[in-house]
């Protein structure tokens, strides 16, 4: 897990090095993974360290380390939470990378294995089969649930699910593929998928 990010705004993030020792070890080894926050007036807010300390020490959400925090004003850290919260609704908001997207295609060409009538016309083509699949669009919600419960959260931004809204208000997903097919990949020069063709 990694350290909440505390205010990107109010104060900056410092590592120990030789002109910054850790306040609360007083260490200058990056090694120790220390890790604090300063304020506009170079005073620490809030610090992880491997060392509990008096000072508001708690644990963490760094496996191993204290967080622990200089300010008694409890709306520092509120204000602190609340700023967290934001950072993490941003990050969940931000589109998939190419390596996030490839993962889940790639997961799925593996549960869509290519059907016998496919692999013997791809033969007749004269095309490689290698990476290729075949949907069968009865499947299709299956399917989706299946890449759901793999990638619990990346998957719902993925373009290859769609979540469908009924008359009744009732939702679902299935994948956003609508027909039965053959499956192609196609991939970019570092070899990750970016999207399938039927
Ligand atoms: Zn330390």
């Known amino acids: 897990m990694a350290a909440p990010a505390y205010s990107n705004i109010h104060t900056i993030g410092r ?6 020792a850790c306040p609360i070890c007083e260490s200058r080894k990056t ?10 007036l170079g005073h620490w807010v809030m610090a992880y360290c491997k060392t509990p300390s008096g000072i508001r020490a708690t ?8 967080i622990h925090i200089n300010k008694n004003d409890q709306n520092f ?21 190419p390596i ?11 549960i869509c294995p290519l059907s016998d009538n496919h692999r013997i016309y791809l033969r007749e083509e004269g095309v490689a089969s290698f990476g290729c699949g075949t949907l069968k669009y009865s499947r299709a919600a299956a ?3 299946e890449l759901l419960k793999q990638f619990p959260k990346t998957a719902p931004k993925h373009p290859l699910l769609l979540e469908i809204t009924g008359k009744d ?3 679902w997903w299935t994948i956003a593929v609508a027909a039965d ?8 020069i570092d070899g990750l998928i970016l999207g399938i063709g039927v």
């Open 15 to 20: 590592r120990p090095n030789s002109r910054n």
């Open 31 to 40: 090694t120790k993974g220390c890790y604090w926050r300063e304020d506009s």
């Open 59 to 66: 644990n963490s959400p760094v496996p191993g380390q204290y």
């Open 77 to 97: 850290v509120e204000e602190m939470a609340q700023l967290n919260r934001k950072i993490e609704q941003e990050r969940a908001e931000k589109p998939l990378t």
């Open 100 to 110: 996030q997207l490839d993962e889940i295609y790639r997961y799925f060409l593996a």
């Open 143 to 145: 399917l989706a649930k």
């Open 169 to 171: 208000g009732r939702k």
């Open 181 to 188: 097919g053959l499956l192609f990949p196609a991939t970019n």
